[in-house]
């Protein structure tokens, strides 16, 4: 049985408790939170789990094997840090960290003690970016042209970070993970109408081989929309994430080019073919991450969604915020 200590349960630290708790292989141990209200709900929900307010009690425990970090951004760093130093594995909240020095610490960290880092990239996990990667690995898809991605809602509005921050890292896991390839620049824009963070955001981010990602963030939608157009030379997919069903059409669409022997003679032909709808795996994405985790600890193996995954993504965050700052200056990644 692997004990997991989970610290913060605030929103997003009770799904992760309901996780660990419901797998097979691991215990939630105890959840550690400062504020007396969320230990309350904790102890609610899970009358047989312990609850503390000391961080100290969860560090030094010997009954714990790994502990999830499940905080706001700017204490991932410092908890993260003591967790490994304490000899636990950790399973932390995107984004790693709010810098890339501090990513890098803590990726040599967990490599001198022979520790494990897992960052919860979630999206990583769904039925419907599985099956995506597998259109993009097989060729279905052909060649990539852009990915396109709407995240917004109202709210949650974050404290310490800006939407960029909060929202963007699930599309940036997503890129990372789909097209295996290092950006070459980030372009972003935004302003901040409330609270002195951007929460309305468009990033631009260019890869090789003319492949352009654009995502739109925002924290001030009067409506929810999560969709994301991913067009290739071969084909086409619109994946809607708020839908219950059939969540990912893919389009066999397209266009192509047909020189003559003048400019003027260039010919342009459609391609509208069928649409259909692959099935999906229905599985909750954290139940399955929650799982994966405990194996690469018991089967020492490096997750794939390790530190220096979480490390490219706190990068290219770092690298919009410079750019945000200089109205849309590209910058290199
Ligand atoms: N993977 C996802 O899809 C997803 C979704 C939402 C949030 N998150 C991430 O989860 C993290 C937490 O976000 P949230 O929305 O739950 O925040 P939140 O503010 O709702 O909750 C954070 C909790 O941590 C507690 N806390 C703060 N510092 C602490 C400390 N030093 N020790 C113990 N407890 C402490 C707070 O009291 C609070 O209860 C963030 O990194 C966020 O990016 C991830």
Request: hydrophobic share 35%.
């Given at each position: 049985m692997i004990k997991i200590g989970v610290l913060g349960y605030g929103y997003w630290g009770p799904r992760i408790v309901r996780n660990f708790q419901g797998?097979?292989?691991?215990?939630?141990a105890v959840v550690c939170d400062k504020s007396s209200e969320a230990l309350r709900r904790a102890t609610q929900a899970h009358p047989h789990v312990p609850v503390t307010s000391e961080l100290s009690e969860v560090l030094t425990s010997?009954?714990?094997d790994a502990i999830a970090i499940v905080t706001p951004v700017w204490t991932h760093y410092e908890l993260a840090k003591a967790a490994l130093e304490n000899g636990k594995h950790v399973f932390v909240e995107k984004p790693l960290t709010s810098n890339a020095a501090q990513a890098e610490e803590l990726i040599e960290l967990a490599e001198r003690k022979g520790l494990k880092i897992m960052v919860?990239?979630?999206?990583?996990?769904?039925g419907a970016v599985k099956r995506i990667k597998q259109f993009v690995d097989d060729g279905t898809l052909g060649q990539l042209y852009y990915y396109d991605s709407t995240r917004v809602n109202l709210g949650l509005f974050q404290?310490?970070?800006?939407v960029i921050w909060d929202l963007a890292p699930h599309d940036l896991s997503i890129m990372d993970y789909l097209v295996m390839a290092e950006p070459e620049a980030v372009v972003a824009t935004g302003a901040n109408h409330l609270n002195g963070h951007a929460d309305v955001a468009f990033l631009t981010i260019y890869y090789p081989n003319n492949l352009i990602a654009h995502i739109n963030v925002n924290w001030l939608s009067p409506v929810k929309v999560r969709t994301t157009l991913l067009g290739g030379e071969k084909k086409m997919l619109v994946w809607n994430?708020?839908?219950?069903?059939?969540k990912v059409k893919v389009y066999d669409r397209g266009v192509q080019m047909m020189t003559g022997e003048?400019?003027?003679?260039q010919l342009v032909s459609y391609r509208t073919g069928d649409m259909w709808s692959p099935n999906i795996e229905q599985i909750e994405a954290l139940k399955v991450e929650a799982s994966y985790f405990i194996d690469c600890i018991r089967n020492n193996k490096r997750p794939f969604n390790d530190g220096v995954a979480g490390l490219r993504i706190v990068r290219m965050l770092e690298a919009a915020d410079e750019s945000l700052k200089n109205r849309g200056k590209v910058v290199k990644v």
């Open positions: 797998i097979e292989g691991s215990q939630v010997t009954d714990i919860d990239h979630t999206f990583l996990f769904t404290h310490d970070c800006n994430d708020l839908e219950a069903d059939e003048a400019v003027y003679q």
